[in-house]
C-alpha cells in the first residue's frame, strides 16, 4: 500500500505498508523449525506534529527487482526566524527578519514587491535561474505558455535594435509616457514604440466656440443647485435590483466620454455588464482578493481605519446592482500597423471622465460606491476579454439605493480647509 500524491496525512499515518521477511538465513537440513510466519510487517509511517501533504511519489527499481521508494512531503505553515530555507536551484538561507505588512513598501496602488534583493547578492546562476522562475512562472501560468530565459537570444534581439538605431540620420524625440506598471498578462504581448507614428491632424480646423452667458444672479443660483445636489452624493453600498433604463445608462457614460483628456487620446473603455452569470464571476474574483487584502496586504492600520464605513470583503452589491460599470484606461493606444500609440496622461485623463461619471450618475437619481479592487485588474480584463493594453481604473455598481440603505454620518471638509485665495 502506497499514499497517493496530494493525499494529507497525520502523525503516525502509514505512508508504506512495507512487509519483511522473517526468516533471513537458510534453515540447517533436517532440522526442526518453529512454526512462524514468512513475512511480517514493519510498516513506514509518518512522525510530525505538523499534517503534511504528499507532494510526490517515486519509485525505482534494479535488476533485481528490489524496488526504492521515494516520497517528497509538503507542510504549510508560517515561516519563522531561523528557519532555514533552499530552493530547487540551490539557495539556502536562514530567516533573519519578518517585517509586518504594513511596514513593507507599496507603489501608488497599494502594492507590495514580490522580490526585494540585497544589493549585496552575488548574480550568480543559481539566482538567475531562480529569478527567472519566479518572474516566468506566473505569466506563463496566465498565457498556458512554457516560458525560458534566453540570454544570448535577448542579447541578439538589443544588438539589432542597436544597428537600427544607428542607421537612422535623424534623431528621434522621445514622448513623455506614464510609467504605469505591467500586469503579469501581458508578457509576449506588448508591440514596440512607433518611432515613425505621423501623430494627430496638424491642421484641424478651429471653430468659434459660443456657450451660453448667464447673468450673475442665473450663475449663482446654478451654482447653488449644482453644489446642492452634489452635496447629496454619498456612496452607497446597498443597491436595489430594480431595473434602470437602459438609455439612462447609454448618456452617463456618453457624459462620462465628454471629459477631456490629453492631447484628445480620450484613453478610457466603459464596459458596461449586466449579464448575472458575468456579475457573479466578477464578484467572486474581487471577494477572493479583497479577503486575502483585509487578512494580508493591507495590514492592520488600513483595516482600521476603514472600520468606521463597517465594510469588508463581502460584496453583496456586486450580484445586486442591475449594472456594474468597469473603468478601464488604455496605457497606450493601437495604431492600424499594430505599433503603439502614445496616451498622455493616461491615468489623469480617465480619472476626470470618472469624476463627470459620478456627477451624471448622481444627476439622474441613481447612486453607486467608488472601489478600485486591488490585484483584481488582470483577472477582471481576462474574464471580459479586454486587451493588454487596457487597465482597470475603477469599478462602479449602479442602480438605485435600496429602500433600507444607510451611509456612515460623516462630515466634509469646511470651505476654509479645501481652497486657499490669493
Known amino acids: ?136 512562472g506566473r505569466p506563463g501560468f496566465w498565457t498556458g505558455d512554457s516560458t525560458t530565459g534566453r540570454p544570448l537570444g535577448a542579447a541578439r534581439s538589443i544588438r539589432k535594435k542597436d544597428r537600427d538605431a544607428d542607421s537612422k540620420s535623424t534623431a528621434k524625440s522621445r514622448p513623455w509616457v506614464d510609467e504605469d506598471l505591467q500586469d503579469d498578462t501581458e508578457i509576449g504581448t506588448r508591440g514596440e514604440e512607433d518611432s515613425d507614428w505621423p501623430g494627430g491632424e496638424e491642421d484641424v480646423p478651429h471653430v468659434p466656440y459660443a456657450p451660453t452667458r448667464y447673468p450673475g444672479d442665473v450663475m449663482l443660483r446654478r451654482s447653488r443647485e449644482f453644489y446642492t445636489l452634489m452635496n447629496e452624493r454619498r456612496s452607497v453600498r446597498f443597491i436595489s435590483p430594480e431595473p434602470v433604463p437602459r438609455e439612462v445608462i447609454d448618456y452617463v457614460i456618453q457624459t462620462a466620454g465628454t471629459s477631456p483628456s490629453g492631447a484628445h487620446t ?76 502614445t496616451h498622455y496622461y493616461n491615468e489623469i485623463s480617465v480619472s476626470i471622465a470618472c469624476g463627470i461619471l459620478l456627477a451624471a450618475l448622481t444627476n439622474v437619481g441613481l447612486v453607486t460606491v467608488t472601489s478600485t479592487p486591488l490585484n483584481c485588474g488582470p483577472q477582471l480584463r481576462l474574464l471580459l476579454c479586454r486587451p493588454t493594453n487596457e487597465k482597470l481604473l475603477m469599478l462602479l455598481p449602479v442602480g438605485f439605493p435600496a429602500t433600507d440603505a444607510t451611509v456612515p454620518k460623516l462630515t466634509r471638509k469646511n470651505m476654509d480647509d479645501i481652497m486657499v485665495f490669493m
Open 1 to 136: 500500500m502506497l499514499v497517493l500524491t496530494g493525499e494529507k496525512v497525520e502523525n503516525k499515518q502509514v505512508l508504506v505498508n512495507k512487509s519483511m521477511p522473517t526468516v533471513t538465513q537458510t534453515p540447517l537440513e533436517g532440522s526442526a523449525q518453529p512454526g512462524q510466519p514468512q513475512y511480517r510487517d514493519v510498516p513506514i509511517t509518518y512522525k510530525g506534529s505538523t499534517d503534511s501533504y504528499i507532494e510526490k511519489v517515486m519509485i525505482s527499481s534494479n535488476a533485481e527487482d528490489a524496488f526504492l521508494i521515494k516520497i517528497l512531503l509538503r507542510q504549510t505553515r508560517r515561516p519563522e526566524i531561523g528557519d532555514k530555507f533552499s530552493s530547487r536551484h540551490g539557495q539556502k538561507g536562514v530567516c533573519g527578519l519578518i517585517v509586518p505588512q504594513e511596514d513593507m513598501p507599496f507603489c501608488d496602488s497599494g502594492i507590495c514587491p514580490d522580490i526585494i534583493m540585497n544589493p549585496h547578492g552575488y548574480p550568480s546562476r543559481m539566482t538567475v535561474g531562480k529569478l527567472i522562475e519566479l518572474l516566468a
Open 266 to 341: 480620450e484613453p478610457w473603455t466603459f464596459m458596461v455588464v449586466a449579464d448575472a452569470e458575468v456579475k457573479h464571476k466578477i464578484r467572486e474574483i474581487v471577494e477572493e482578493e479583497e479577503e486575502m487584502n483585509y487578512r494580508q496586504r493591507m495590514g492592520d492600520k488600513w483595516v482600521s481605519d476603514l472600520r468606521k464605513i463597517r465594510t469588508n470583503w463581502i460584496k453583496e452589491y456586486l450580484d445586486i446592482a442591475p449594472y456594474l460599470i468597469l473603468v478601464f484606461k488604455q496605457t497606450h493606444g493601437i495604431h492600424s500597423s499594430g505599433k503603439k500609440k
